[in-house]
């Protein structure tokens, strides 16, 4: 049986409410095996985005452990496995409005400490994978929702991380392009043996998914 | 290129955008805040300079008197000249006289000078005739005494001394000198150039009977910025003279210009301050609007200082093409700096200032490295700190925030 490329156990997350403290997460546990799919539906306010970011390290739980598999290091703590353990792909894309297709990709691995010719050559590649060679150039405000996801999934890969979160990818596009996007993260998460945790409304596109479940009241359920 | 450099430059100046108008607007202000501060500094420099040279060309570097006219000065001319800081000394007198040319008339201040003296600063002044033809029979006046006398190189002027109204008899006008105009010289001080009359020590001597005697000696030294020090050293060794050191004959004026300088500094560095203050309310309002670009850096793994850096370098990068500008700005008013004050005083019919007020034919500059340097060093320590404290803000908040807010 393959290896955990991130676990979480016991998760506790609440927020402040007018009403008292609101329970978002009450002792979430997930494992997530090198190279499966699970995905994670939930109605909105369910918390399945701040379950994600506790998993990427974006934020901290009140209670819990996450650990994440670092390449070379080991399982650690998330916050230490941004951008080289653990890749990002948001529901509004986040690409940097001020450079093009293939600097945002190059910045995720420059951030990771490659050199800009490496880190180049990469983000070409990646960008070839997702079918937008031809768009490298080109600035987020030239391109279509659909490819802007495209180069945010050639972003959240470019460091090869073990782990992939995708938070709603499929959220801010039309039917037929959230399909192409959604066969297109799949097939490169499949090619390129990464972990995909898919968080999502879209009881079609978790379906998808080797592992499914559904947040419900703070308790992660297998759907 | 460090890739949070690169970020910062482009977040400065977006691509394919014609007028990024935040830099820009930006670096013009800083840019403004660095001339307004420098050009002060630089003309009130050359008012300093321009009145210390003054002071040193009208008096000397250091001007030797007594409590009456000195005996024996070209004896007491030698005796100094030879001390080694020293270059020269030179004995002068001066006082009024009355100068005509016919219809027109003035009172000038003479001065008998030693004309063969190579140190006599008037040289470098002449602007038509010769320095060397000054005798008992001709005279050098300043352009201003000319012009009003309305005469030239080559005319006659009538000169009255009051010892020559004392000497005449009782009852009788006395006869004037006739001196012909060999030099005429501008100093561009019209306090000088309106009164200045040169003539030869020995010719002073006859007309104002002085019987041998100097009013004082100007003394040259090899390095006049040590006018004190050596002012000290002769005084000691002559009591009976007095020893005055240039930066002592006007004190009080040129501490006056040095705190004059000092003051116009804070006033126009608050210039600069102000600029530095909209810099960093335009930056934490571009911070506030990138919170969510801050929150993805981070969530690609972007570190807590690269972060910072990313704001911090885009008010250090505005304060250093803002200075840059600044100093070309600078140098731009004041090499036109005439006609721009020409225009300003047309406008408000102030006439000519400069000349009237400050007594120059035209502005004043001096060039100090020490006060650009000075300028930048404020100037990107406090547009890099308009950048740092939004930046670090930014940086401290938690990515899940950050994105959430934005």
């Known amino acids: ?223 | 290129m460090p890739w949070f450099l690169h970020l910062a430059l482009r977040q400065l100046f977006p691509p394919g955008r014609r007028f990024p108008a935040f830099a820009t607007v930006s670096i013009l202000g800083v840019a403004l805040g660095v001339a307004s501060l420098l050009v002060v500094q630089t003309v009130m420099n050359g008012f300093g300079e321009e009145h210390r040279l003054r002071i040193r060309e009208s008096f000397g570097d250091c001007v030797v008197t007594a409590s009456a006219p000195i005996e024996r000065p070209a004896e007491l001319a030698r005796t100094l000249g030879a001390d080694p800081a020293v270059r020269s000394a030179s004995p002068y007198a001066e006082g009024p006289a009355l100068v005509r040319n016919g219809d027109f008339s003035a009172v000038a201040g003479v001065r008998g000078i030693d004309p063969s003296d190579p140190a006599q600063p008037a040289r470098r002044y002449v602007a038509f005739g010769s320095f060397d033809e000054i005798d008992d029979g001709r005279v050098a006046l300043g352009a201003g005494l000319a012009r009003a006398l309305r005469v030239r190189v080559g005319d006659k002027v009538e000169l009255w001394s009051p010892a020559m109204a004392e000497r005449a008899e009782k009852g009788r006008a006395p006869l004037p000198v006739e001196l012909e105009v060999c030099a005429v010289i501008r100093t561009g001080f019209t306090e000088v150039d309106d009164r200045a009359a040169l003539i030869p020590l020995r010719r002073f001597d006859d007309l104002w009977a002085l019987g041998g005697r100097a009013h004082g000696l100007t003394l040259r030294l090899k390095e006049p910025a040590a006018a004190e020090s050596v002012a000290e050293r002769l005084s000691a060794a002559r009591p009976g003279l007095a020893f005055i050191p240039w930066q002592h004959v006007k004190r009080n004026f040129l501490e006056a210009i040095r705190f004059e300088k000092t003051m116009l500094f804070f006033l126009m560095f608050i210039i600069t301050l102000v600029a530095s203050f909209s810099i960093g309310s335009t930056l934490f309002s571009a911070v506030i609007r990138r919170a969510r670009e801050v929150g993805v850096l981070a969530a690609l793994g972007a570190g807590r200082a690269e972060l910072v850096l990313i704001f911090a370098l885009q008010g250090l990068l505005i304060g250093l093409i803002g200075t840059l500008a600044g100093f070309g700005l600078t140098w731009t008013i004041l090499t036109f700096r005439d006609g721009i004050l020409g225009a300003v005083n047309r406008l408000f019919g102030d006439g000519d200032m400069v000349a009237n007020v400050y007594q120059f034919s035209r502005v004043p500059l001096h060039y100090d490295a020490s006060d650009f340097l000075v300028a930048a060093f404020f100037t990107l320590v406090t547009t890099a700190a308009a950048g740092l404290f939004p930046a670090i803000w930014a940086a401290g908040r938690k990515p899940s925030e950050a994105m959430r807010d934005a």
């Open chain 1, 1 to 223: 049986m393959p290896d955990s490329v991130l676990r979480a156990a016991g998760l506790v997350r609440s927020y402040a409410s007018p009403a008292g403290p609101l329970c978002v997460l009450n002792g979430v546990s997930l494992d997530v095996r090198a190279g499966e799919s699970v995905s994670v539906r939930g109605s909105s306010g369910s918390g399945k985005t701040t379950l994600l970011q506790i998993l990427g390290g974006l934020d901290q739980p009140d209670a819990g452990v996450v650990e994440v598999l670092l390449p070379g290091l080991g399982l650690c703590p998330p916050r230490l496995a941004l951008g080289r353990g653990v890749g990002f792909v948001f529901q509004n894309y986040q690409l940097m409005p001020e450079l093009t297709a293939q600097e945002n990709v190059a910045l995720a691995a420059r951030i990771a400490g490659i050199d800009a010719a490496e880190a180049a050559r990469r983000a070409g590649e990646l960008l070839g994978q997702v079918g937008l060679s031809a768009r490298a150039d080109h600035l987020p405000s030239k391109l279509s929702g659909g490819e802007c996801q495209r180069v945010a999934l050639a972003r959240a890969l470019v460091n090869r991380p073990p782990v992939l979160l995708a938070d709603e990818p499929t959220g801010n596009l039309d039917e037929r392009t959230a399909e192409e996007v959604m066969s297109l993260m799949l097939g490169v998460v499949a090619t390129l043996g990464t972990a995909l945790v898919l968080v999502t409304h879209s009881r079609e596109f978790a379906e998808r998914a080797s592992r499914r479940y559904v947040l419900s009241g703070g308790v992660l359920s297998p759907a």
